[in-house]
């Protein structure tokens, strides 16, 4: 059986590519900042079989290192990292006037977390044997952030570039192991993170900001990571995947 390394849980992301690689077949060692008995309604992923869960915070060099030592224990060796774990600034702030601190915090947890998780993985992965040329995968998730500016929290959109880089520089560097490195771009999509913002995005997507005139769920950035990862794409490294409704199409 196969093992996956999540970040991000219970966010809504996060919990939706767990549940997605259960379903498949895979076991799961799932980590996050939350403790379990604060899982609420996401709680029923504790009850499945092959879900295990790592307390800590990415952001951490010694829990990363923690949570890979864990998740080795359960299986033996890691066939799947998926980085979902991201956080916004507490305070959406004009450019000039973005605090160093905001920008520190959210760089630590969306792209250098991203860096030095994915870089400590795959040391391990490239011991893998190789399956028809493969040892494991690897897919980021960045954001549409990544190239739509928004000077009210500048510093997450450079969070995102950041980790669109971090996929290349893997993609590139990974390629002789065989270990695919690719990333999934959401759009607007509907968890904890953007429901401050809901009134404000209803109003663009009914104005026509999406081709596909709907908000992105947590289940459609699963299916893409699961795409990337599932083997169905092995000649495929270093590709962003937009799954935001079409929001990246230039139109006039």
Request: aromatic content about 8%.
């Amino acid at each position: 059986m196969k093992t996956a390394m999540i970040t991000g849980l219970p966010g809504g992301i996060g919990l939706a590519t767990a549940v997605k690689f259960l379903d498949e077949g895979y076991i799961v060692c799932g980590m996050g900042r939350r403790a379990p008995e604060d899982f609420g309604d996401a709680s029923f992923v504790l009850e499945r079989e092959n879900f295990r869960y790592f307390r800590g915070d990415v952001a951490s060099h010694e829990d990363r290192l923690a949570f890979l030592e864990y998740a080795l224990s359960i299986n033996g060796s890691i066939d799947v990292l998926v980085n979902v774990a991201g956080i916004a600034p507490r305070v959406r702030a004009d450019l000039l006037e973005m605090t160093e601190e905001s920008y520190d915090t959210v760089m630590a947890t969306n792209t250098k977390a991203t860096m030095f998780l994915t870089q400590a993985v795959a040391n391990r992965m490239k011991e893998n044997e190789a399956v028809n040329g493969i040892r494991g995968y690897i897919c980021n998730t960045s954001s549409l952030s990544a190239y739509a500016v928004s000077v009210n929290r500048g510093e997450y959109c450079i969070s995102k570039a950041g980790v669109s880089m971090v996929t290349s520089l893997f993609a590139e560097r990974l390629a002789e192991f065989g270990i695919p490195v690719n990333e999934v771009r959401p759009g607007i999509i509907e968890t904890n993170m953007t429901a401050k913002v809901k009134e404000k995005y209803d109003g663009l997507i009914a104005g026509g900001l999406l081709p596909m005139a709907r908000w992105g769920q947590p289940e459609d950035i699963a299916a893409g990571i699961y795409a990337l990862c599932s083997g169905a794409l092995p000649y495929v490294t270093g590709q962003s995947l937009d799954v935001d409704g079409g929001f990246h199409i230039r139109k006039l």
